[in-house]
């Protein structure tokens, strides 16, 4: 009885604080033996965060972590292992050029006269793969393995450490649905062996079929904790926004004017066999849904002129244009909020105001190619008052702002040019709540003005709550376009695991 009392890890008052943001604060969390726990959360809620602590990544600043009511000290990845707290990442941490039973045991080969002893290896891989069902040779090159069978070998690699609490990122978000049913029975499998899993999705149908208990944080804290009979989508997304998801989305059906961006045939050079047609007017807002891998990120390069296309049409207010180059792009109209603002949106030590200046360089240019300084500023005036920017001044370095902050620079920067066309990737990951409505409002704001906006988003609910209508994206190819009246989660998914038949809702 003292043991099931007690649980198997317990987070208490956890803390974590990176420059100018604070990550997590006094975050509790329990996991009972053999059980899954979801974790959920917007994008910077800090899930990620308290994952890569249990995991050993991440040192906390503050707080306690217990395992069977013990106090441990996670201070690096071997520790936590050693603890049986095992970490699979969404992006997983294979090699390729290695067999499967060497990737299971990878770092840890048995070893016999000072040689791997590959006869061993192989047959305790075969037995732990086993465990999870998993049909394969431990000899098969892991190259050989779909994506679903390589997460399978990432559960076996953490079964043969001995994990007792597995925490599985996002773990569907690439996989087929056939490959998801095959591991949510894993996962079923794993629990009735006494393991205890934590699992993180933003698909809240998942959550909903296999947690026996969901964790819900919000801008890094606790938001709350709903037992089984409690669990609802209703209950989920009220708990993650703050209020009811009605009132934290505020797009609302405005007049549409004349087609400003016609994509006819395009291939993009990552999915060069398939063609992508659509249309975009001005005041609409479309979203583009789709999974990991779908080719929506290398759509919106090759409409940015990042990625040249293999061939097809790309029209801009009836006038085709050749994407040779993001110039190309940005002389017809088009601006590009990338995934990554840090890496590929920002000059993340310079200041707010020449970041906002970078890509009017060659308009602000003064003869003899010196910079006008006096339009610089006033542009960055201008668009730190209109987006409200949180920043001292102007001069402020971009790299102390938070993340909402820094992707209002990235606008910024845009919105100085007067684009006629805004494509978007996943333009709210990493901030907080309240700059998430901020962002909304813009993107409501900007419509209203007439810019037609195409954003890429792996949030449901944002694609159900900004879209005038969604293009669903499977393995670079349109599997069909649904109206805003028409949206749900279920109607987007089947699009998304390439189901174009399957919602009657969908136009093609």
């Known amino acids: 009885m003292a043991e099931a009392a007690t649980p198997l890890l317990e987070v208490r008052k956890v803390g974590k604080q990176f420059p100018g943001v604070r990550a997590l604060h006094d975050v509790d969390l329990t996991v009972q033996h053999a059980e899954v726990l979801a974790v959920i959360g917007e994008n910077g809620a800090g899930k990620s ?7 050993g990544v991440q040192l906390p600043d503050s707080g306690q972590i217990l395992i069977e009511g013990k106090s441990v000290q996670l201070s690096s990845v071997k520790v936590s292992l050693d603890c049986g707290v095992a970490l699979i990442h969404q992006e997983l941490n294979l090699a390729e050029n290695l067999q499967v039973g060497e990737n299971i045991y990878l770092g840890r080969e048995p070893s016999r006269f000072g040689f791997i002893d590959r006869k061993r290896l192989n047959a305790d891989a075969k037995q732990v793969l086993s465990q999870i069902g998993l049909q394969v040779e431990p000899t098969t090159p892991l190259s050989e393995l779909s994506i679903g069978q390589r997460q399978m070998v990432e559960i076996a690699k953490a079964m043969s450490v001995g994990a007792r ?8 978000s690439s996989l087929s649905s056939a490959e998801a049913e095959r591991l949510f029975e894993v996962v079923q499998e794993l629990r009735q062996r006494g393991v205890s899993i934590i699992y993180i999705s933003h698909r809240l149908g998942e959550v909903r079929a296999l947690a026996d208990r969901v964790v819900v944080l919000r801008d890094g804290e606790n938001a709350g904790v709903l037992s089984s009979g409690e669990i609802s989508h209703d209950n989920m997304v009220r708990m993650m926004v703050g209020r009811d998801i009605s009132q ?21 050079a990552t999915w060069p066999k ?6 975009i007017r001005e005041g609409e807002i479309v979203g583009v849904s789709g999974l990991v891998g779908a080719g929506r990120t290398e759509m919106l390069q090759t409409l940015f002129g990042i990625e040249h296309p293999v061939a097809g049409k ?3 207010e009836g006038q085709q244009i050749e994407l040779k180059s993001p110039l190309a792009a940005i002389n017809a109209g088009i601006a590009l909020v990338p995934e990554d603002r840090k890496l590929n949106g920002l000059v993340i030590d310079m200041s707010v105001r020449h970041n906002i200046g970078l890509a009017a360089l060659s308009r602000n240019r003064l003869a003899g190619g010196f910079l006008n300084r006096a339009t610089e500023i006033r542009d960055a005036t201008q668009m730190v008052r209109d987006l409200r920017i949180k920043t001292p001044n102007d001069a402020q370095i971009t790299r102390f702002l938070s993340g909402g902050n820094q992707q209002k620079v990235v606008l910024g920067k845009w919105l100085s ?11 709210t990951r990493g901030i907080d709540v309240g700059a998430k409505q901020e962002i909304y409002h813009l993107m409501e704001t900007l419509a209203k003005e007439g810019l037609a906006v195409l954003f890429v988003s792996s949030e449901m609910e944002e694609i159900m709550g900004m879209s005038d209508r969604a293009i669903v994206m499977h393995e670079g190819r349109i599997t069909g376009e649904i109206q805003r009246a028409d949206l749900s989660e279920e109607s987007i998914m089947q699009l998304a695991t390439g189901n174009a038949n399957a919602a009657s809702t969908v136009t093609n």
Request: proline share 7%.
């Open 314 to 316: 790309v029209i801009v």
């Open 274 to 279: 398939h063609e992508l047609t659509f249309s």
């Open 165 to 172: 609490v597995l925490i599985m990122d996002e773990p569907t």
């Open 417 to 427: 040019m007067k684009p006629k066309i805004l494509l978007l990737d996943e333009p």
């Open 248 to 268: 934290f989305y505020a797009r609302k059906q405005l007049p549409v004017g004349d087609v400003v961006l016609s994509v006819e045939s395009l291939r993009t």
């Open 49 to 55: 965060t308290l994952m890569k602590i249990l995991a």
